[in-house]
């Protein structure tokens, strides 16, 4: 089974800054399959970006998504107040999916 | 509009059985995989259990393989989750997913939460 690893664990930022936040997988990924999510307090995830660095609908372009292998990033350039949440990596491999324990943006 | 509802949570105790649902509208449900995602209180997300479009192939982690059941209904557009033997660490959110065509889990329901306590 493949194992993500997230970090940091807590990213404490101000509006505006810059976030980037790191996927690292046990063994190679395949790129199709690597995905992101964000979870704010009290709702559902929902889905960020897809195949490593493809934006779901309606997410707007400060997310952008990185990587290859078993090193992912995915980068906000300009955190928005409703960008601080948590947000998890998934991949999927050998009919198993996993998550990442997730890394929580805050507000510094 | 995709929109995807769970139902059947609940209190059970050790050793008890639940059935979840999903009811899914918006969408050709029978045209996608699908899948149950859990979080239990203040944790991360876990994977459930897949099934794809015509219940052909299911596939299960080892934490809840042989306990729990999916199964589903195109002519209904509904999911399901059958849950054996639960056990304390069941106890979580369970969200029914929609694996869509860009490979990753593109809709999500609100939730519905099974609390496993005696």
């Known amino acids: 089974e493949i194992v993500l690893t997230q970090s940091p664990g807590t990213l404490s930022l101000s509006p505006g800054e810059r976030a980037t936040l790191s996927c690292r997988a046990s063994?190679?990924?395949?790129?199709?399959?690597l995905a992101w999510y964000q979870q704010r307090p009290g709702q559902a995830p929902r889905l960020l970006i897809y195949?490593?660095?493809n934006r779901a609908a309606g997410i707007p372009d400060r997310f952008s998504g990185s990587g290859s292998g078993t090193d992912f990033t995915l980068t906000i350039s300009r955190l928005e107040p409703e960008d601080f949440a948590v947000y998890y990596c998934q991949q999927f491999s050998n009919f198993r999916f996993t998550f990442g324990p997730g890394t929580k943006v805050d507000i510094k | 509009e995709v929109r995807l509802v769970e139902s059947g949570g609940g209190l059970v105790k050790p050793g008890g059985s639940l059935r979840l649902s999903c009811a899914a509208s918006?969408?050709?449900?029978?045209?996608?995989?699908m899948n149950w995602v859990r979080q239990a209180p203040g944790k991360g997300l876990e994977w459930v259990s897949s099934?794809?479009?015509?219940?052909?192939?299911?596939y299960y982690p080892d934490s809840v393989r042989g306990r729990f059941t999916v199964s589903r209904d195109n002519a209904e557009n509904a999911l399901y989750l059958q849950m054996d033997s639960l056990r304390a660490e069941d106890t979580a959110v369970y969200y029914c997913t929609r694996f869509g065509d860009r490979s990753a889990f593109d809709s999500w329901g609100q939730g519905t939460l099974v609390t496993v306590s005696s």
């Open positions: 099934i794809s479009s015509s219940s052909t192939y299911i």
């Open positions: 195949a490593v660095s």
């Open positions: 918006g969408f050709t449900f029978s045209s996608f995989s």
């Open positions: 063994q190679s990924v395949s790129t199709s399959y």
